[in-house]
């Protein structure tokens, strides 16, 4: 495949309703969306970086910096056998998962195209369906949280995760676990709490939570390690992990007992594949993550999920939860039974919506071979 040219977008969209975690709330977002042409195929690719750098260290500002300024001029004009081959081609950039995973999973779209094949089956997933779950921000009160879980497990959601912080959380699990005894539920604080708080995050212990993710600070393993050895909960590991070193690390210092898979948190799907891989191995449960996606990222998350390893619900949910009109048609859907079909045409299996797109982009940048050249 010869990388002939690569064009980023940034689009603005507003959010249905605002999302609030420990770090902040979320009412739009700016994505950077990227296209890679490949011997004449366009694949897609999202950016999952957030405007502000509360949930890692990257934004949709430095990850428009680092694409323009290093990814692209490192890939353009290239010639690669496999999209597999990206992270060595940016092997020099360090960190900045983020923005190197929108241009590689682009490139793995256009491979699947190219070959003719789904995304998940190049990927090597055999799912033809996979099991969704929903994240809920943090509510006013436990009543209006309750209602939202209602509404989400009546539209079939097998699982619930509730976003907590200090002071948004105990009252908010018992209220929700008094009203559903049986479901599948978990919690997350992105790193909102320290060691010191383990007395305080055992009490979640007696609502038997199908794990508590990433409730210390973003890039500490230790002290993860050390909160795993004194509560029953599962600790599921998001933010702390940008690579399978890293995933290794984890395991084996026991910090976690399950991982969630993000992605752009990752690098994308070829470090994706290493550590569901090396999860698997470990026998560490894994589930894919989300980043409030449009629909690109929605489907690059369905393709990954169709994965072995990946045996628990993850955040990927029907675009109407967060967008009244999405960028890729059809929409993504969730059936009543709380899954989602995995798309049989090649590629990401999603029609982009170039028109729509078009709309809501604000600025972009492009490069071309022949530029490159001259
Ligand atoms: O930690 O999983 C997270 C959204 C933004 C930043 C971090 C997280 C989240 C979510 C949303 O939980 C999951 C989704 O996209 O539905
Ligand atoms: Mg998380």
Not at 57 to 65: C, G, K, L, N, R
Not at 115 to 139: C, D, K, Q, Y
Not at 217 to 236: E, G, K, M, V
Request: aromatic share 6%; charged share 25%; proline share 4%.
């Amino acid at each position: 495949m010869k990388i002939e040219s690569i064009i980023l977008r940034e689009v603005q969209m507003r959010l249905k309703a605002p999302f609030e975690t420990s770090f902040g709330i979320s009412d739009h977002r700016r994505i950077i969306l990227v296209e890679v042409v490949a011997d004449g195929v366009s694949g897609w690719g999202e950016v999952t970086a957030s405007e502000t750098p509360g949930y890692n260290s990257e934004t949709t500002d430095t990850a428009w910096h680092v694409i323009s300024d290093f990814v692209a001029p490192s890939l353009i004009g290239k010639t690669v056998s496999a999209a597999s081959e990206c992270p060595g081609l940016l092997a020099a950039i360090r960190g900045h998962e983020m923005a190197k995973s929108g241009v590689e999973n682009a490139l793995w779209d256009a491979e699947a195209q190219i070959t003719g094949i789904p995304l998940s089956r190049l990927l090597g997933g055999t799912l033809n369906e996979i099991a969704s779950g929903v994240s809920l921000g943090i509510r006013e009160n436990p009543q209006s949280l309750l209602k939202k879980v209602e509404e989400e497990l009546r539209s079939g959601y097998q699982r619930i995760k509730l976003k907590i912080k200090p002071g948004k959380d105990l009252e908010y699990v018992a209220a929700v676990r008094r009203e559903f005894p049986n479901i599948l539920l978990s919690v997350d604080a992105n790193s909102a709490y320290r060691l010191k708080d383990a007395a305080h995050l055992r009490k979640l212990d007696e609502h038997k939570l199908l794990m508590i993710e990433q409730p210390l600070n973003w890039d500490d393993i230790y002290a993860h390690s050390r909160l795993q050895a004194q509560i029953q909960t599962a600790i599921c590991l998001d933010e702390c992990i940008n690579n399978a070193r890293h995933a290794l690390t984890a395991i084996e210092l026991k910090a976690c007992r399950i991982i969630n898979i993000k992605l752009g948190r990752v690098g994308g799907h070829s470090e994706a594949l290493h550590v569901e891989q090396l999860c698997r191995t470990y026998s560490i449960p894994v589930w894919c993550g989300g980043m409030l996606e449009t629909g690109i990222g929605r489907a690059h998350n369905i393709a990954m999920s169709t994965l072995e390893g990946f045996t628990l619900p993850g955040d990927v949910s029907a675009s109407r939860r967060y967008w009244n009109e999405d960028i890729i048609e059809p929409e993504v859907e969730v059936t009543s039974k709380g899954t989602i079909h995995v798309p049989k045409r090649p590629g990401i299996g999603y029609a982009v919506r170039r028109d729509r797109i078009e709309q809501l982009t604000v600025r972009t940048n492009n490069w071309s071979s022949q530029r490159t050249a001259a």
